[in-house]
């Protein structure tokens, strides 16, 4: 186990995040946590190394752990869809890992 390590979040990529959004908060009470995200521009597309990415949706916080608690990110990918995973080296530099489609 790594000492002082602290879930944040989950991302989901959903054919329909409005659906999907009300999906999980009927199930588990979700709250969402406005506002809904709208990303698009040089450093999103820098970031997933997808020219013309976007990115809509909206961030869930997750019941049972308060206002701080972990939330759950439900975005639609508009166009190609980029797939990475966020983890820490043992000096705790954050390292995202993608996948990109050809």
């Known amino acids: 186990m790594i000492a002082g390590a602290r ?24 709250v969402p946590v406005p506002p809904v995200r709208d990303f698009k ?3 999103l597309e820098r970031g997933t190394g997808l020219s ?13 752990h308060g206002p701080d608690g972990p939330t759950l990110e439900i975005f ?15 000096e705790g ?3 995202e890992l993608q996948s990109r489609p050809k």
């Not at 944040?8 to 009927?26: E, M, P, V």
């Not at 166009?79 to 983890?87: A, D, L, M, R, Y």
């Open 7 to 30: 879930y944040g979040h989950t991302n989901l990529i959903a054919k329909d995040w409005r659906a999907l959004s009300r999906f999980y908060q009927d199930l588990f009470g979700c």
């Open 41 to 43: 521009g040089p450093d």
């Open 52 to 64: 013309g990415a976007q990115l809509r949706g909206e961030h869930l916080r997750l019941p049972g």
């Open 76 to 90: 639609n990918a508009l166009g190609k869809q980029p797939t990475w995973v966020c983890v820490t080296d043992p």
């Open 93 to 95: 530099n954050i390292l």
